[in-house]
């Protein structure tokens, strides 16, 4: 009886080892982490680095130890890179910790139809980053550099208040809406109590960096100085408007740059809110090594068992009381 029942254990293992490969059966199979490539390092002091790698292995034993893949190779990156400008003054270096949701796929190249792979790509990614909002083409914790060819920063949307932090949009990137093929971008933004390392240009101040910005063009290419007379009389004509009315917060449609034509209610479809750096937001005696605030962006294509699981289970980990704690250390 005992050699029959241990015939019987070898034959099932012997069946379930040779069982077709699933996604279903993938998506159960645990996951593992993976250190990527080293990211870049540019333009940041020995001293530094070695406290900011120090804060990055903070962070990833703050996920790692909360959070267990599933299904899928979590490939984890690190980068330390600024790219200095005259008369940028830099308050914090940048520097990012990134995580790629790579799925366990079955093979169907093998003529072992248990075999699987891990993806080599994803359009699922978690991005944590210090001292850098890269959707706002970007603002670093510095001044904004004597060549940025704009003078102000483009943002989308207002950021609103929630769960303690600041959400800075819900941004389609890629595919369209509520299809398959729909990637989304969730923004956070975590900063020292409630303020914010930007501020907002008033219209006054829009109106006269816009009318600088035409000036200098109208030097170098005279050719177009008679195309280029009736914005310049636009914003003269709206520099003559009442305090109160300059005073309000400027909202402008996206390709407006030295072609003001007016501007538009926030939220108008196709239109942006001029801000830029603010330099009062950071504390200034901290070394550079200090993250003075972070970013964390959820990038996920939505209807994947597994891309929805682990993104899931990643939030949960990702602990934004545990990473405001972390600024200004």
Same mark, same amino acid.
């Given at each position: 009886m005992r050699h029959t029942t241990f015939l019987v254990f070898i034959l099932f293992s012997i069946s379930a080892s040779a069982q077709d490969c699933t996604k279903e059966m993938l998506a159960q199979k645990p996951g593992t982490w993976k250190a990527g490539q080293q990211g870049s390092i540019n333009n940041v002091s020995a001293a530094d680095l070695s406290k900011e790698k120090l804060i990055l292995g903070n962070i990833h034993k703050l996920v790692s130890s909360n959070y267990s893949p599933k299904g899928c190779q979590i490939l984890y990156s690190k980068s330390y890179s600024k790219y200095p400008s005259p008369g940028q003054i830099w308050i914090a270096d940048p520097y990012f910790y990134s995580m790629y949701i790579l799925r366990y796929l079955?093979?169907? *190249? *093998?003529?072992? $139809?248990? =075999?699987? #792979?891990?993806?080599?790509?994803?359009?699922?990614?978690? +991005?944590?980053?210090? +001292? !850098? !909002?890269?959707?706002? +083409?970007? @603002?670093?914790?510095?001044?904004?550099?004597?060549?940025? %060819?704009?003078? #102000? @920063?483009?943002l989308d949307q207002r950021p609103q208040k929630k769960d303690g932090v600041w959400l800075m949009g819900e941004v389609i990137v890629a595919g369209q809406a509520g299809t398959p093929s729909e990637i989304k971008e969730y923004r956070w933004l975590i900063t020292y109590n409630d303020t914010l390392p930007f501020s907002y240009l008033n219209r006054r101040e829009y109106l006269l960096t816009q009318k600088k910005r035409l000036e200098k063009t109208m030097i170098e290419s005279p050719g177009d100085k008679v195309y280029l007379e009736k914005y310049m009389k636009t914003i003269n004509d709206y520099l003559k408007k009442a305090e109160s009315y300059l005073n309000q917060t400027a909202v402008c449609m996206w390709n407006d740059d030295e072609r003001f034509e007016g501007f538009v209610d926030e939220g108008t479809k196709g239109s942006f809110i001029a801000v830029k750096p603010n330099m009062?937001?950071?504390? =200034? $005696? @901290? %070394? $550079? *090594?200090?993250?003075?605030?972070?970013?964390?962006? #959820? =990038? !996920? *294509?939505y209807g994947d068992r597994v891309f929805d699981e682990n993104i899931a289970n990643i939030k949960k980990a990702v602990d934004f009381t545990a990473l405001r704690n972390m600024l200004g250390k």
């Open positions: 079955c093979d169907p *190249s *093998s003529g072992d $139809k248990s =075999k699987y #792979y891990t993806d080599y790509s994803t359009p699922t990614t978690v +991005n944590i980053a210090a +001292n !850098i !909002i890269s959707s706002l +083409n970007s @603002l670093y914790a510095s001044n904004m550099p004597d060549d940025e %060819p704009r003078g #102000y @920063l483009k009062d937001y950071y504390h =200034k $005696k @901290l %070394p $550079k *090594s200090s993250a003075q605030f972070f970013t964390v962006v #959820y =990038k !996920i *294509s």
